[in-house]
């Protein structure tokens, strides 16, 4: 990175077990960003990660609360700054990328550069997480707009502006998805850049379940749908009742024509009730949405309360 940026760089580290890798992680990115103070939030750890990342020189505190989101969660509230790098601390995220990301979120004056990861060794970007990150998002692509193609990225650059106005709802590996919704939700200014992935070094494990973990942002995402496009969700509902109601009500239907009787009353009663379902979920729909609307202006607006950044300022 040329030039030397007046801005406080923050790199946020959350860790559990991560003995065998933080030290690298802790030195790859105080080599790249050596005015940046790097942290490290330790999530109960049992090895000797506190320890390790206490000589390495980064500043270690802990949260209690088990599971990536709470750790975000308690970072972005703590720690003070004007650009914020959270990275994982498995150090298969390529430091030296930290300065192309940050020129960028400067130059363009963007609240997030996403890491969109690039590798060709299967061990570290297995494909079974491959194609769940694919499938999702694209889901997420589909709703709320194609912008990310590397939603479960664990290595993004933040503006103050986004990290003090996000939520931060979720407790899980599912955080990565409520970031990317949150900046895509209220059309914040962002940007993607390939960097390069490689795997764990020895004595590292990963502790993203595949298939657990891959349920919870599935559910994750379909309560953000819910959320933040309540119209949309009812209005599958509204669909699939009223088409079930019909498809049940017509051989009944028929047999009154034929001989204006109707000998399955229960299942005409079953119709009609998953029709008024229908129109109760359709109704749902347009209220939620209003609501909705007045949410995401109140949101905006806090994301508004903080300045965005200045042009990058270079010194010889």
Same mark, same amino acid.
């Given at each position: 990175m040329t030039g030397v940026y007046s801005n406080r760089i923050a790199v946020l580290i959350p860790c559990y077990n991560e003995e065998a890798a933080i030290s690298a992680v802790v030195e790859n990115f105080r080599?790249?960003?050596?005015?940046?103070?790097?942290?490290?939030?330790?999530?109960?750890?049992?090895?000797?990660?506190?320890?390790?990342?206490? /000589?390495?020189?980064?500043?270690?505190?802990? !949260?209690?609360?088990?599971?990536?989101?709470?750790?975000?969660?308690?970072?972005?509230?703590?720690? !003070?700054?004007? /650009?914020?790098?959270?990275?994982?601390g498995d150090d298969t995220y390529d430091a030296a990328s930290a300065p192309v990301l940050i020129e960028q979120l400067l130059a363009e004056r963007l609240d997030m550069v996403n890491a969109a990861r690039v590798t060709k060794?299967?061990?570290?970007?297995?494909?079974?997480?491959?194609?769940?990150?694919?499938?999702?998002?694209?889901?997420v692509a589909r709703i709320f707009g194609d912008r990310i193609h590397d939603?479960?990225?664990?290595?993004?650059?933040?503006?103050?502006?986004?990290?003090?106005?996000?939520?931060?709802l979720s407790s899980?590996?599912? /955080?990565?998805? &409520?970031?990317?919704?949150?900046?895509?939700?209220?059309?914040?200014?962002?940007? &993607?850049?390939?960097?390069?992935?490689?795997d764990r070094p020895a004595g590292s494990v990963?502790?993203?379940?595949?298939?657990?973990?891959?349920?919870?942002?599935?559910?994750?995402?379909?309560?953000? /749908?819910?959320? !933040?496009?309540?119209m949309a969700f009812f209005s599958v509902l509204f669909a699939i009742l009223s088409l079930g109601s019909l498809v049940i009500i017509w051989p009944v239907m028929?047999?009154?024509?034929?001989?204006?009787?109707?000998?399955?009353?229960?299942t005409a009663v079953l119709a009609m009730g998953m029709m008024l379902l229908a129109f109760l979920s359709l109704g749902c729909g347009l209220i939620l949405e209003t609501v909705t609307r007045g949410r995401q202006e109140m949101k905006r607006l806090r994301y508004l309360d903080f300045p965005a950044l200045p042009c990058p300022h270079k010194q010889a």
């Open positions: 080599h790249a960003l050596p005015s940046a103070i790097i942290y490290v939030y330790d999530n109960n750890s049992t090895d000797r990660t506190i320890d390790v990342a206490k /000589i390495a020189g980064a500043v270690v505190r802990r !949260e209690p609360l088990q599971g990536k989101g709470h750790v975000v969660r308690r970072m972005f509230a703590d720690v !003070e700054a004007d /650009i914020y790098v959270l990275v994982d060794i299967e061990a570290a970007y297995r494909p079974g997480h491959r194609f769940g990150n694919v499938l999702l998002t694209t889901m939603m479960l990225s664990g290595y993004r650059v933040f503006s103050r502006r986004f990290v003090k106005s996000f939520p931060a899980g590996f599912e /955080i990565e998805t &409520e970031l990317t919704v949150h900046a895509l939700e209220l059309n914040m200014p962002v940007a &993607e850049i390939k960097t390069p992935y490689k990963s502790k993203l379940r595949t298939f657990h973990d891959g349920f919870r942002i599935l559910i994750t995402i379909l309560k953000l /749908i819910k959320q !933040e496009r309540p028929l047999t009154f024509f034929q001989t204006g009787l109707v000998p399955r009353l229960p």
